[in-house]
């Protein structure tokens, strides 16, 4: 059958066609690179609130600003609960179709999310050499939980020491000196018996063993002058001497001594209680401090924890951590927002609006938190008290052997197991699951 149009036609009829897809697909690419533009690269982040206030509209406040100033990029502020709810969510989130590029979680979070392949070395994402000047420029301390294996995989942000609050008006009724909180041990208990003595209704201390025990726990070892882990994740110390001593310790602040409630004290009302005046002293994360200050009817004061063989705390709190299933454009992007989040500037407007640390020296140079301090000097004792901080407990298989050791805190606490019973048996349990990593 012959054609019934002539070759030639038919020939410019596939060049036109050809033309005009091409043409086509040169616009598509135009709209896209356009869109792409207009709307930027979005980032999803799960951020933790792990203890109260307004810390979401301080969040969305700063991820607003970082918008602002860049355009291009949209952040989703994921609020998934306290630090335990954010891994879960976070990692459950890279096994869906909508993973995280981004995340806050637990600086001790490190060894699990190494393991599980989930997240990348900063060391990996910057190259000038402002970018490494940049990831070294935070305090040392704070980033001993995000360093392992010669590379940085978290930088800090939500950062905190364990600090005491106490009630000034209390100690002024108890005749004790506002001024002079006690510096040891032997005067926790000495002003805790004089409190009790004088107030009806009102505890010398309280130290909150719900939520993170072994946290407050790692201050009473460390002031004990003694750490619970090695430096590589693979060890723990929980049977120590001086690890035992402290529980001991602990343990007889509310049933021996009778200046603390006996058995456990609850994390999420332990400021409450402060607020309300049932206790004259509370050891608690120092990312409670604004709120306190906006508060306390009452005058208070901040200290450094007291002393046994040395002062004492760990860091807390929680680390950025850039996920591995992220394309190079969000890393890139998530690497600007971290900047931001914890440029100079911004880190001083979180401490100042959260209590919780600036995390670089930088960020106290700052004329805003210069001055800050300067009226209300409690805002510097968690950072200034870095210079006795030692790393969060944080192992491999960390989830399980903080909730070995949490068990034996609370066992001894409530009294149904000895502290070195209770201490021996988490060694134990701790040593068959780490001897795999050693």
Avoid: C
């Avoid at 010398?204 to 430096?231: D, E, H, K, R």
């Avoid at 306190?292 to 208070?300: G, L, M, P, R, S």
């Avoid at 210069?370 to 009226?375: E, F, I, T």
């Amino acid at each position: 059958m012959e054609h019934l149009v002539p070759n030639n036609l038919n020939r410019r009829s596939v060049m036109n066609v050809n033309k005009i897809y091409k043409n086509t697909l040169v616009l598509i690419s135009i709209f896209l690179g356009y869109f792409s533009y207009a709307f930027g690269i979005e980032l999803n982040m799960y951020y933790p609130v792990a203890v109260g206030g307004p810390l979401t509209k301080i969040v969305d406040g700063m991820v607003a600003e970082f918008e602002k100033q860049n355009p291009d990029v949209k952040v989703n502020a994921i609020y998934a609960g306290n630090y335990n709810d954010a891994r879960i969510k976070a990692l459950a989130a890279l096994k869906s179709g909508k993973p995280a590029q981004l995340s806050v979680m637990f600086s001790i979070d490190i060894y699990e999310l190494i393991e599980q392949d989930a997240i990348v070395p900063f060391d990996d994402l910057v190259n000038t050499y402002e970018e490494k000047a940049w990831l070294y420029s935070f305090y040392p301390t704070l980033m001993e939980n995000g360093v392992t294996d010669g590379k940085v995989w978290g930088i800090p942000f939500q950062r905190s020491t364990i600090v005491m609050y106490y009630n000034k008006d209390i100690f002024r009724k108890s005749g004790l000196n506002p001024d002079q909180p006690p510096q040891n041990w032997n005067e926790l208990v000495d002003y805790g018996k004089q409190i009790v003595s004088k107030n009806s209704n009102t505890w010398g201390v309280m130290i909150p063993s719900t939520g993170y025990p072994y946290w407050m726990f790692g201050a009473l070892t460390m002031q004990n002058n003694q750490v619970l882990m090695n430096g590589d994740g693979n060890e723990t110390y929980f049977n120590h001497p001086s690890v035992v001593e402290a529980l001991q310790f602990w343990k007889d602040l509310g049933s021996k001594h009778n200046v603390m409630p006996s058995g456990t004290i609850e994390w999420g009302t332990l400021r409450k209680n402060f607020l309300e005046g049932k206790t004259a002293i509370m050891w608690h994360s120092t990312g409670n401090l604004t709120t306190v200050k906006k508060n306390a009817k009452f005058d208070f004061g901040v200290a450094m924890l007291p002393e046994s063989k040395r002062r004492g705390t760990p860091t807390g709190g929680g680390n950025f951590y850039i996920f591995k299933q992220s394309s190079d454009e969000e890393k890139k992007a998530s690497m600007r927002l971290i900047k931001f989040m914890t440029s100079p500037e911004q880190a001083a407007h979180w401490s100042m609006a959260t209590g919780y640390m600036g995390v670089s020296p930088s960020s106290y140079q700052t004329e805003a938190l210069r001055n800050y301090v300067k009226d209300f000097p409690p805002a510097v004792v968690a950072r200034d008290q870095l210079n006795y901080a030692t790393a969060e407990l944080s192992t491999f298989q960390t989830g399980r052997v903080r909730k070995l050791l949490d068990d034996a805190i609370q066992s001894a606490l409530t009294g149904n197991e000895s502290p070195k019973q209770a201490l021996e048996k988490a060694q134990k349990s701790a040593e068959r699951l780490l001897r795999r990593y050693q």
